[in-house]
């Protein structure tokens, strides 16, 4: 991302490292709503999509999904109602062919009763917007800090603040397992805080 001097409101670069050519998408014009600020971004291993945090004109932070090719964008983040979700919305993270799209947030209004008041992971596909958190809640976690979705869309890699420390766990989206990885060699918890996972596109290495 950039950042414009003139208007004050962030850019959105995009490179083709092939052709050499640069794309812009300025945040106060980008499709689908008004924003002025872009964060964390993430784009598709088929260069099509990219997920984006942005703020709009209210202050709110949704996470925006951008067709490069298309120049079209919705609110990923968006209520079953079509409006801004109420909370924090962070850390998108894209699935291989752009089909799959996770992300954190403090937002209550996304799904019925949800009334947890922590965060929780959201995973938007063709099927609509899922709320994957009970199983993560199932391991002693209080907080979510950083995910990351694997390409083929089956794995989210995340950070859960325990009562001790940060580790790093990993949730299967289809048998809606989750497994601790920041163990030590002796199959004991890690003694030292994990964070930023990064995830194969397979999901078999974290």
Do not use: H, K
């Not at 979700?85 to 962070?90: E, H, I, P, S, V």
């Amino acid at each position: 991302a950039g950042w414009r001097g003139e208007d004050s409101l962030d850019s959105l670069m995009i490179r083709d490292a092939a052709s050499g050519t640069m794309r812009e998408f300025q945040a106060g014009v980008l499709p689908g709503g008004s924003y002025s600020y872009i964060g964390e971004t993430t784009v598709s291993a088929d260069g099509r999509w990219c997920a984006v945090s942005t703020s709009t004109s209210n202050g709110s932070y949704q996470i925006v999904l951008l067709d490069i090719v298309d120049v079209t964008a919705s609110n990923a983040s968006a209520t079953p109602s079509g409006s801004y979700a109420n909370g924090l919305c962070w850390s998108p993270s894209i699935s291989a062919d752009g089909s799959t799209l996770a992300f954190l947030s403090y937002a209550s209004n996304l799904i019925p009763d949800d009334d947890n008041a922590a965060p929780d992971i959201f995973v938007r596909s063709a099927n609509g917007l899922d709320r994957v958190t009970d199983e993560v809640e199932a391991r002693p976690v209080n907080a979510l800090t950083t995910i990351a979705l694997s390409g083929d869309a089956r794995f989210i890699a995340y950070v859960g603040d325990t009562v001790e420390q940060a580790r790093i766990f990993t949730l299967d989206l289809e048998t809606r397992v989750a497994t601790p990885l920041s163990v030590g060699w002796d199959g004991g918890d890690a003694d030292g805080p994990s964070r930023d996972p990064s995830i194969s596109s397979d999901g078999r290495f974290v």
